[in-house]
């Protein structure tokens, strides 16, 4: 059974119709890349996934769960399971590195400040962030934002990691790290969605790929599938012709 | 004008949505005491200065503009009754919370509206948190808190500054003109003023969170954002005064 399953999702902005009927799933375990011109609504859809947009019809169905239809109270349980990286990191620039990390372990779990303590210093080592405990979200790179973004969402081991643009704007060492960590979570079994414009990295991650184009699905299926089938739009995408 | 009353519907649509939201979780646990705290500080100690300097300047200048009025006519001495229950009545709560409207006003809506468009409330809310809980609801209450206890002391120190004047440039007695305010102000005349309060409190930090919240766009539209909840919140003061004297004269009339 996927874990993710969107069917017929439908998204109107100011009268203006961006998602028409998109329809794709996920499997347990999965990367799917979500790829696709610029404005075509990529993060509409990433966002939707977890709540933080309403969807104007269709379902999208995680876990067994239909969520366009639960209020914010009863995302609640939806949102400790998934996880959102989003593309600057979103750090409360009021609370230190570990204050962000600690929040949402504070929130959703028992254990004691000890215990969070040693979660966050393993986490942070594991990210090569060790040192940036006591800073602020504004004393550090955007490279080391998104990795403390990255980090914060993970924290409390979500089973589905939603990423949107976790390496724009990097330079070559943090997109590896990042690369490396979405790695390492998708060794761990997590399902994940990757909405992104750096395709060597997309190529790397993704087991299949969806392109979006005109609010619907184009073509959907693994690298080699998009490339000998649907009209070369991933090639044609990827090499920068016109159309998207 | 069609532009404006669609705006206002909206702003008061928007308040009454976020009020209901706020009803809705203010007593379901766990309780965020420390952000409340935290809060109280930003907008009352934070905000004393502020209070301080309006207060002492509006019962100073009250006085001498009183004092030199009615010396002409042998009236000076009643300078302690006319300062003290302008102050406490109208002056005080009404000229402070405009102060307080546009100090506390502009700061939660820059602060939310910054907040809003670097995605961090989204960020509250992804990790299955709530805004209304974690950012408007101590907002709320510390303003609904400390705005009070601002206006009890900026009515007391705005009658000091007239004491000053009083005494220093009047050469009235200070005892006599203690002894006239306390004569003067009866606890009606107090709750008259001071029951405004926690009303212009709730609309300055309802406003402010209600425009910080709703922000589209970038940096730009956050500084929009902090001019409209600012000019709002002291119209919302300016008119609620109106409706509330009103009221408590019906009141006073009644008892």
């Known amino acids: 059974m996927a874990v993710i399953d969107v069917k017929g999702f439908k998204k109107a902005y100011d009268g203006r119709l961006i998602h028409k009927d998109v329809t794709f799933s996920v499997e347990k375990g999965e990367c799917l890349g979500l790829v696709g011109g610029s404005g075509v609504g990529k993060s509409v859809i990433l966002r939707s996934l977890i709540g933080l947009e309403q969807a104007d019809g269709g379902q999208i169905i995680i876990e067994g769960q239909d969520i366009t239809k639960l209020n914010e109270q009863e995302l609640v349980p939806i949102r400790t399971k998934v996880a959102y990286v989003f593309q600057n990191g979103a750090l409360f620039d009021s609370l230190s590195v570990y204050d962000n990390l600690a929040y949402p372990l504070r929130e959703h779990t028992e254990l004691s400040e000890q215990e969070i303590g040693e979660r966050i210093r393993e986490q942070l080592n594991e990210f090569g962030l060790g040192h940036a405990e006591k800073l602020r979200p504004g004393q550090l790179s955007g490279g080391m934002q998104k990795r403390v973004g990255l980090a914060r969402s993970i924290i409390i081991r979500p089973r589905i990691v939603l990423y949107d643009e976790p390496t724009a704007g990097l330079d070559p060492y943090n997109t590896l790290k990042i690369r490396e960590m979405v790695l390492r979570l998708k060794q761990k079994g997590v399902t994940s969605v990757f909405v992104t414009h750096d395709m060597p990295t997309a190529f790397a991650v993704c087991d299949r790929f969806c392109l979006l184009m005109d609010g619907v699905v184009k073509a959907t299926g693994t690298v080699k599938d998009l490339t000998a089938h649907s009209d070369g739009l991933l090639p044609r995408f990827v090499n920068g012709l016109e159309g998207f | 004008m069609k532009n ?198 709730v609309l300055i930090a309802l406003t402010g969170c209600y425009y910080g919240l709703n922000v589209k766009g970038g940096t730009q539209a956050v500084g929009n954002a902090t001019t409209r909840s600012v000019v709002v919140s002291c119209i919302f003061v300016l008119i609620g005064d109106y409706f509330l004297t009103k009221l408590f004269w019906v009141f006073e009339q009644w008892l």
């Open chain 2, 4 to 201: 404006s009353i669609t705006n206002f519907i909206r702003l008061l649509g928007g308040l009454t949505i976020l009020v209901r939201q706020i009803f809705r979780e203010l007593f379901v646990p766990p309780y965020n005491f420390g952000l409340l705290m935290d809060q109280m500080y930003q907008i009352g100690i934070r905000s004393g200065p502020l209070v301080f300097v309006t207060s002492i300047s509006t019962g100073m200048v009250m006085a001498l503009q009183f004092g030199l009025g009615l010396e002409k006519f042998g009236g000076k001495l009643y300078v302690p009754k006319i300062v003290s229950l302008s102050i406490v009545r109208e002056l005080g709560p009404a000229f402070t919370c405009l102060v307080l409207a546009a100090r506390i006003g502009a700061g939660i809506t820059s602060e939310l509206g910054s907040m809003t468009v670097t995605q961090q409330i989204d960020a509250i809310r992804a990790l299955g948190t709530s805004p209304i809980k974690k950012i408007v609801i101590p907002r709320v209450l510390a303003a609904l808190i400390v705005i009070p206890i601002l206006i009890a002391f900026a009515n007391m120190i705005g009658i000091m500054g007239g004491l000053i004047v009083g005494v220093n440039d009047l050469r009235l007695d200070p005892l006599f003109y203690v002894q006239k305010v306390f004569a003067t102000i009866t606890l009606k005349d107090y709750f008259a003023g001071f029951c405004k309060t926690p009303v212009f409190a």
